[in-house]
């Protein structure tokens, strides 16, 4: 029965891809790793293993050797990764390290690669309580999916289905030989004190605990993506009038359930741990009803929600910049702006500023700022940058370029005749790369 799901799940991907085995020596990833073997006895897989060695335990070198004689025994490909966690106050280290362990396994993935795990459905169960304790929604609830995108690749849990018993006894039938963390016995650890004291009270009283609680999970999955499906229609109708923005008028044309919908997807889609739900409903009663004028901001973690008129903006917490600074720049290399970003100028037909100007300085708006622009005549910038609708808090952040004492650039949106490339003539093109600001080039 588990080799057929291990070979099901194998026909399932070509054969050309390499598999990563997250190993921990434990009983459920000694079972995935035998099984995996017997597979390729019938039909070879390139497949890697890797160990996290988190040296919490006195033992751990050990467990680290017993895992690489096993992987030595199957003539598979051994990788033992050393982390260090780092705890700060109140951090809890079944977080952290799982953070650790997964982003070791992101940076070894190449492109369509895949992450194998052990988790089975007493793991499905565990965290279908966890999640129940913490409140969840749906996609909680959902908990973990067979197959899910995971860094350049894919990540497969194939023993999903299965509950530990079932691979308890194959493992004994074979006489697999695994490690006992003692500190799974710790109760400390939220999930542990529910595998050793809740999950078997549930079973004494319904046997197939384990089992619903999956099927419910299963059934709050399929209920998420019909859900994700109708808040993508609905983003899109709401979309504000910038590049990842969201609409407040659109948005407040809504019920609230909806609004808090379009909103988890949108900071979803920007890759954003999800605000609580103190925080969601702070953004839907004083970010959307504030009134056009203001500028209010919510925080949490480190990204910060912004309201400019009628969009709504998710950005990075800025970091502190010295606007009195006066920045020299041989445009021929990178300049790098501690705070902000890095600036880059590549040579391109017809784009940027003229090729014979080598040297620049960059600097920044401090106020009351004005120049002289062309045929405009003198200009606040101030009021440009109100004219350019550039959001109250890029406006002493953009790189303002100077030759000599004369303004040639305001980067993204203004470009003086005077030093500007002709059409058929090759220019330098300078660019922004930064996490903070989303900046449009129209230079």
Partial sequence: MLLQAISNFFSTYHSKQTFWLGYS??????????????????????????HIHHGLHPHADVWALHCADIC??????????AIQIKLHPGDSLEEIAREERYSVFANYMADGDVLLTAHQQDDQAETVLLQLLRGAGLKGLAAMPLVTTFSRGFHARPLLDFPRVTLQHYAEQYQLKWIDDPSNEDHRFMRNYIRQEILPRLKQRW???THLLARSAAHCAEAQVLLEDMSKTIRVKTAGSQVNTLSVAKLLHLDQAKQRL?????????????????????????VLLAKHDRMPCVR???????????????????????????????????LSMPGLGMLTAVLNKGNGLRVDIKRVSVRFRCGGEAYHLGKRGKQYLKNLFQEWGVPPWERNRIPLIFVGEQLAMVLGYYLADDFAVK????????GFVTGELQINLKS
């Fill in 423 to 430: 059409q058929d003539e090759m220019g330098y093109e300078i």
């Fill in 72 to 81: 030595k025994h199957y003539n598979f490909d051994f990788i033992e990764h």
């Fill in 207 to 209: 046997p197939k605990a």
């Fill in 25 to 50: 020596g434990g009983l459920d990833s000694r079972v995935l790793l035998a099984l995996c073997a017997r597979y390729h006895q019938m039909t070879p897989i390139q497949l890697k293993v890797i």
């Fill in 300 to 334: 949490w973690h480190n990204v910060e929600l912004r309201r400019f008129r009628d969009d709504l903006y998710l950005v990075p917490q800025l970091l502190p910049h010295d606007t009195q600074q006066v920045l020299d720049w041989d445009m021929t290399k990178p």
């Fill in 262 to 286: 379009v909103l988890r997807t949108w900071l979803s889609k920007l890759a954003c741990l999800m605000p609580d739900q103190k925080k969601l409903t702070s953004i839907c009663q004083t």
